[in-house]
């Protein structure tokens, strides 16, 4: 296969997206599936093996209970022609609608991994499964974790600064200007506002829903954020309630206690109200935030 075949082939994947909500699940298996390669393990993985790992990856990344369907795209993404199992015939001849169980998987040891020319042309190429994987990147996770996502799948040297984007949909330079504007050059949560000269530093306009959610950039859609808030709001670790805009943090978000009482500090706060009535968030992008990327359960009050 050529370089240009195989980039078609990851391109063509039916279901990255699933409407508003988040369908990161076969997302998160091809990163898995392309760091072993460029790890240089063999061609299939044993779903024991793999499962942990998914698991893993979907608590930290993907949307609440996301994890409790780890086993779905290691069945579904043969339907995209990306995925190979190797099993028991009464398990590989089933229907495309029909998922094996988590318990069939187990004990069969199925196994799955990218098609013998799929694996073969990336194995030759550590450039290309660079470039596909920061495209996976780009399209489904938010640039603030980006390179945790590729740490955690152990393509830590994969992202690459002069990425192209997508070309499809080009973001708006002027979002950042104005929701930094509406909230005066300061973080919502913390009020950082350290600047040299007239340069703002380390703050930044985060998206409420995803640019790659297709979050409008909008200001009701961003809030400025310093980039350590910025961060622990795209991982989940506290969301914003509609109306009364107060902070609520999860129970998975820890620390030694310096660190964690310094974050922990502004659960139940307000945040920093933006400068007119216009620019307040709007309730629709906080409840995306809250169903699509925070983890539950809230801390009590
Ligand atoms: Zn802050």
Redesign the pocket.
């Known amino acids: 296969m050529t370089q240009d075949e195989v980039v078609q082939a990851f391109n063509a994947i039916r279901v990255w997206h699933n409407g508003d909500r988040r369908a990161v699940h076969k997302p998160l298996l091809v990163l898995l599936a392309l760091s072993r390669v460029n790890a240089s393990a063999p061609q299939t993985i044993d779903w024991n093996d793999a499962e942990p790992l998914l698991k893993e990856l979907l608590e930290e990344f993907g949307p609440d209970g996301s994890a409790s369907t780890r086993h779905y795209p290691f069945w579904h993404l043969q339907t995209d022609g990306l995925w190979q199992l190797a099993g028991p015939a009464y398990i590989l001849n089933r229907p495309a609608g029909s998922a094996p169980t988590l318990t069939e998987l187990r004990q069969n040891h199925v196994h799955g991994g990218f098609p013998l020319a799929i694996y073969s042309a990336l194995k030759a190429d550590s450039e290309l499964i660079a470039t596909i994987a920061q495209r996976i990147v780009e399209a489904h996770f938010p640039e603030s974790i980006r390179q945790d996502v590729l740490d955690a799948v152990g393509l830590a040297g994969a992202e690459s600064p002069t990425s192209s984007g997508d070309p499809q949909r080009r973001r708006n330079p002027a979002f950042r200007t104005k929701v930094l504007l509406a909230y005066q050059y300061r ?1 919502a ?4 506002d350290l600047r040299m000269g007239q340069q703002s530093i380390g703050l930044e306009a985060a998206h409420i829903k995803w640019f790659q959610a297709h979050g409008a950039d909008e200001v009701p859609n961003g809030i400025a ?2 980039s ?2 910025h961060k622990v709001f795209d991982l989940g670790a506290f969301k914003i309630l509609p109306e009364t805009y107060q902070m609520v943090f999860s129970q998975h978000l820890n620390g030694s206690e310096a660190a964690s009482q310094r974050m922990l500090a502004y659960h139940g706060c307000g945040m920093i109200l933006p400068q007119a009535k216009e620019y307040l968030p709007h309730s629709a992008n906080l409840d995306w935030h809250a169903k699509q990327v925070f983890k539950n359960p809230a801390r009590p009050d």
């Not at 949560?189 to 950082?192: D, E, L, M, P, Y």
């Open positions: 973080c949560v913390c009020g950082h954020m310093c350590l808030h």
